[in-house]
């Protein structure tokens, strides 16, 4: 895929035009109190001890938006200190997966959650999280899933689950509530940002690779490829909802949001990233006030190069 979108030079000076909803804090501030006053303990249970021996690995059940139980995985090195725990979101069509899947982080010194995705994990790896709300009509995938009102909307709810996982990460055994981080890919970049924004205060650093969920009005127009496909695809058969789609789209856009983030940020960028357009990741990059960095990738796509998993490791190191 050749170079498409805004040269490098005007993506460094890329804003949204995307205007924000009235009262969004309040509204954000809302849909965190609803799900925290339905939210029944955490649970934490031992998992494979005789697989994983040294590393400790439970699994974990929590609370999240609408009072839906969400799973995840806690992954801690063997050792009696709290430790420095990496929150880490699933890309589109994932789910939490294996343990063993993970186990890179911990390999490094850091304890883990994993949390899953609701109603994700058939695509390419494994989910345990069901999506109990109901939705009207949708075009097949994720993205338009309750889509005509934000309250309903699918990632008003997944973007609550993270929010709420940070807070479940700060309270677990094991873990030192003063150095968090958010990490994630595509989907799951896009969630990173999202709960580094919605729980600030509990949030060090965040690291969103190839970020998806950002500049919505943008992207949505900008790439056929999926997911945004799915909303313009919806879009073009359910015409008399256009303007109300795109009103729900501005209350979960992680480039809106991001202007709330308070964590030293590492994002990372593909040139030729059609699935993520690097323009919508530059616009929630520009939006944080924080200290931060952006990789770019100039001939990369929408996958991000392992060299980069040792970038990753060095910023941990320094800021967590």
């Known amino acids: 895929m050749p170079w498409f979108d805004l040269p490098e030079a005007e993506l460094a000076q890329y804003r949204t035009p995307t205007p924000e909803p009235a009262g969004l804090d309040a509204w954000w501030a809302e849909r965190l109190a609803e799900a925290r006053a339905l939210a029944e303990p955490v649970t934490s249970t031992p998992h494979e001890e005789s697989a994983y021996g040294p590393l400790g690995v439970r699994d974990v059940e929590f609370s999240g938006a609408l009072g839906d139980r969400v799973r995840a995985w806690h992954l801690r090195p063997a050792g009696d200190d709290p430790l420095p725990t990496a929150v880490v979101f699933i890309g589109y069509g994932g789910g939490r997966g294996t343990p063993t899947e993970h186990a890179w982080l911990a390999a490094a010194g850091y304890g883990v959650l994993v949390v899953d995705t609701r109603g994700q994990g058939g695509r390419w790896t494994t989910g345990a999280t069901a999506d109990s709300a109901p939705s009207g009509p949708s075009h097949p995938g994720f993205m338009t899933r309750g889509i005509t009102s934000p309250e309903g909307y699918y990632y008003t709810r997944l973007m609550t689950d993270a929010a709420l996982a940070v807070d479940v990460a700060a309270g677990l055994d094991g873990v030192d509530p003063e150095r968090i981080a958010v990490l994630g890919a595509s989907q799951g970049g896009g969630l990173a940002l999202a709960a580094a924004a919605l729980n600030p205060t509990k949030v060090k650093v965040c690291h969103a690779d190839v970020p998806f969920l950002c500049d919505f009005q943008r992207a949505i127009t900008l790439t056929g490829a999926d997911p945004y ?38 994002l990372s960028a593909g040139l030729m990233d059609e699935v993520c357009p690097p323009s919508t990741v530059f616009a929630a990059y520009n939006e944080i006030t924080a200290p931060k960095r952006i990789e770019v990738f100039p001939f990369s796509g929408h996958a991000v190069p392992r060299t980069h998993d040792e970038v990753k490791l060095k910023h941990l190191r320094e800021h967590l």
């Open 229 to 266: 496909a799915e909303i313009a695809n919806f879009l073009s058969h359910n015409v008399a909802l256009v303007k109300q789609v795109r009103e729900t789209l501005t209350y979960v856009d992680a480039a809106l949001l991001s202007r709330r983030i308070t964590a030293t940020s590492l």
